[in-house]
């Protein structure tokens, strides 16, 4: 059975880091580019950043540039998202998704294959 779970979420300050997980299960890394995508309360999903299956190439949102990494790990079948400098405008569900076509897609439209459940995470003072 194919599937995502991630981990990681939690209540963090502004300014902080954060390290959220995405664990995979029945596929791995080499067939499958992931995204990480977030929903806010009354917003949109919107994508965050995603990991190309071909060559690690990675994108970001605008919004999240220069604060968060992704990257992967083969062996342990997991895709990471470190986010630093955390700001309240960051609070969302976060979501990772794959998808095996397509390389590294950010858009929230794009029909990815699989989700996850999500975890939450929440920047406030």
């Known amino acids: 059975q194919l599937q995502l779970v991630e981990s990681g979420g939690d209540l963090a300050q502004p300014g902080g880091s954060l390290r959220l997980s995405c664990a995979l299960s029945?596929?791995?890394?080499?067939?499958?580019?992931i995204g990480w995508f977030r929903q806010a309360p009354g917003k949109e999903r919107e994508g965050v950043s995603c990991?190309?299956?071909?060559?690690?190439?990675?994108n970001y949102a605008d919004s999240v540039k220069g604060r968060f990494t992704i990257s992967r790990d083969k062996d342990k079948k997991t895709v990471y998202l470190q986010m630093n400098s955390l700001k309240p405008e960051d609070t969302a569900i976060y979501f990772c998704?794959?998808?095996?076509?397509?390389?590294?897609?950010?858009?929230?439209?794009?029909?990815?294959?699989?989700w996850g459940q999500g975890t939450q995470v929440t920047v406030s003072s």
């Open positions: 029945g596929f791995t890394l080499d067939d499958y580019s």
């Open positions: 990991i190309s299956r071909k060559d690690d190439s990675t």
């Open positions: 998704a794959a998808d095996m076509f397509s390389l590294c897609v950010l858009s929230a439209k794009f029909n990815y294959d699989y």
